[in-house]
C-alpha cells in the first residue's frame, strides 16, 4: 500500500523560507505518476501548488510560482517543496499527494505549517 | 488560473439524492475528461470518490456517481447517509498543465 507523510518546520518565522518534505513508502517514486503539494488554510478550502513527474518535469501554480520549488530526492523515496519568503497568508496544512492527470490517488495526513502576522 | 465553482452549501435528508456542481471553463472542466471529487472529513485528508469524471475508485459506494456537460461538472450521491456529511472538492486538470480546485461544498445531512 502506498503511503505518504509529510514532515515539516510547524512554524515558520514571516519573510523565512518554508522547507517541506513527503516520505514515500510502498512505491518508488520514479517508477511513476505526478508527485504534487497541496495545501489547505484553516478553515478554507484546498489548493494545488506545485507537482513533478516521476522524470523530473515540474509544474507550478502561477500565483506561486515565483516562490515555489519542488524537487525528488530519490535516495531517500522522498519529494521535497521549499516556499520562500513566507508571510501569514502561507499559513495552512499542507498534503503532499500522489496523482495522475485525472486523479489524486493517496495522500498524507498533512502537516501544519503556522506563519504568525 | 482561477478556482472552479462550487455552491458552498448543499443539504439533504437521509436516503435522498443531492446533487453539486462545479463549473469551470473551456481550458479545464470542458477540456479534458480529467475531473475528480474530494470529499473530506473534518481533521483528516481528502479521499477521492470519483475520477476522470465518471469513474470510482475501488471501495467507494455505488452512490456516489459522476457526470460532466460542457464547463460543468456534477456529483451525485444517492441514498444519502449521515456519513457522506463532509466537504468536498473537485478538481481538474488544465490546459496550462496546472491543476485546479474547486472552493469547495459542504454537504450536510439533515
Known amino acids: 500500500q502506498v503511503q505518504l507523510q509529510e514532515s515539516g518546520p510547524g512554524l515558520v518565522n514571516p519573510s523565512e523560507a518554508l522547507s517541506l518534505t513527503c516520505a514515500v513508502s510502498?512505491?518508488?517514486?520514479?517508477?511513476?505518476?505526478?508527485w504534487g503539494w497541496i495545501r489547505q488554510p484553516p478553515g478554507k478550502g484546498l489548493e494545488w501548488i506545485a507537482t513533478?513527474?516521476?522524470?523530473?518535469?515540474?509544474y507550478y501554480n502561477p500565483s506561486l510560482k515565483s516562490r515555489v520549488t519542488i524537487s525528488l530526492d530519490t535516495s531517500k523515496n522522498q519529494i521535497s517543496l521549499k516556499l520562500t519568503s513566507g508571510t501569514a497568508a502561507d499559513t495552512a496544512v499542507y498534503y503532499c499527494?500522489?496523482?495522475?492527470?485525472?486523479?489524486?490517488?493517496?495522500w498524507g495526513q498533512g502537516t501544519l505549517v503556522s506563519v504568525p502576522s | 488560473q482561477s478556482a472552479l465553482t462550487q455552491p458552498a452549501s448543499v443539504s439533504g435528508s437521509p436516503g435522498q439524492s443531492i446533487a453539486m456542481s462545479c463549473t469551470g471553463t473551456?481550458?479545464?472542466?470542458?477540456?479534458?475528461?480529467?475531473v475528480s471529487w474530494y470529499q473530506q472529513h473534518p481533521g483528516k485528508a481528502p479521499k477521492v470518490v470519483i475520477y476522470?469524471?465518471?469513474k470510482r475508485p475501488s471501495g467507494v459506494s455505488d452512490r456516489f456517481s459522476g457526470s460532466k456537460s460542457g464547463n460543468t461538472a456534477s456529483l451525485t450521491i444517492s441514498g444519502l447517509q449521515a456519513e457522506d456529511e463532509a466537504d468536498y472538492y473537485c478538481?481538474?486538470?488544465?490546459?496550462?498543465?496546472?491543476?485546479?480546485f474547486g472552493g469547495g461544498t459542504k454537504l450536510t445531512v439533515l
Open positions: 478538481n481538474s486538470y488544465t490546459t496550462t498543465s496546472t491543476w485546479v
Open positions: 473551456s481550458s479545464d472542466v470542458g477540456r479534458y475528461n480529467y
Open positions: 476522470d469524471v465518471n
Open positions: 510502498g512505491y518508488s517514486i520514479t517508477n511513476g505518476f505526478f
Open positions: 513533478i513527474h516521476h522524470r523530473g518535469t515540474t
Open positions: 499527494a500522489r496523482h495522475g492527470e485525472g486523479i489524486f490517488d493517496f
